[in-house]
């Protein structure tokens, strides 16, 4: 008797989920990245084997450069919440009397970050873009000993947000009195704890 062979039949994938999936996957990505934000002072940070990461949130950067003129440091200050930022504009204009409109407060709610003195702030939020990064390759927060304006702008901060961390961002030819003038003002301020923001550089072998 002959057997009967069954006719063999091609075996189609549809492809179409998957390509879905796909652009799925893409656009929520694309949603969801938060991009880094331009610096507005250059730091060349120093190596080191240390791994711990900083936190992903609530986090106060104290960003360190040299003077170009050799006379000391530059020094900026950055939080990572707008919401933060506008609390701290507020305790400027309780402090200090200044008074901005709803332009300059969203204007400075998305600066990531300020290296002006107070008494400069309102005109550096009515410059262009291209003037304040002009501006921003000559200024600095004051630190000296009679008018140390980092220290109130920690203040605003911690009281904007109890929960923020602080860390240092020093570039790695910043003269050493200027990095203990900020150490100081942290202690100043009755904080001991604090990050330094290096990068990582490999692990020596055993």
Do not use: C
């Not at 450069?65 to 050799?70: E, K, Y």
């Not at 600066?111 to 008494?119: D, H, R, S, T, Y």
């Not at 000559?138 to 702008?153: A, K, R, V």
């Amino acid at each position: 008797m002959a057997k009967f062979k069954a006719k063999k039949q091609n075996i189609a994938i549809d492809m179409t989920p998957m390509v879905d999936l796909a652009f799925l996957l893409i656009t929520f990505f694309m949603l969801t990245v938060k991009f880094r934000a331009p610096e507005s002072l250059e730091v060349h940070v120093p190596s080191s084997i240390a791994d711990t990461p900083l936190p992903a949130q609530d986090i106060m950067v104290i960003s360190v450069a040299p003077d170009s003129s050799g006379g000391g440091g530059r020094v900026f200050f950055g939080v990572d919440s707008k919401h933060t930022r506008l609390a701290i504009l507020e305790k400027i204009q309780e402090r200090y009397g200044y008074v901005f409109d709803d332009r300059e407060k969203q204007l400075f709610s998305v600066l990531p970050e300020i290296g002006v003195a107070f008494e400069q702030l309102k005109a550096y939020l009515n410059l262009s873009e291209a003037e304040r990064k002009a501006f921003d390759k000559h200024t600095s927060i004051p630190i000296d000993s009679t008018n140390n304006q980092l220290g109130q702008w920690i203040l605003f901060a911690r009281y904007s947000n109890p929960k923020i961390r602080i860390a240092i961002r020093s570039d790695e030819k910043t003269p050493y009195p200027v990095i203990a003038r900020i150490i100081e003002t942290l202690k100043d301020q009755k904080v001991h704890r604090f990050n330094l923001i290096t990068t990582l550089e490999a692990q020596p072998k055993s």
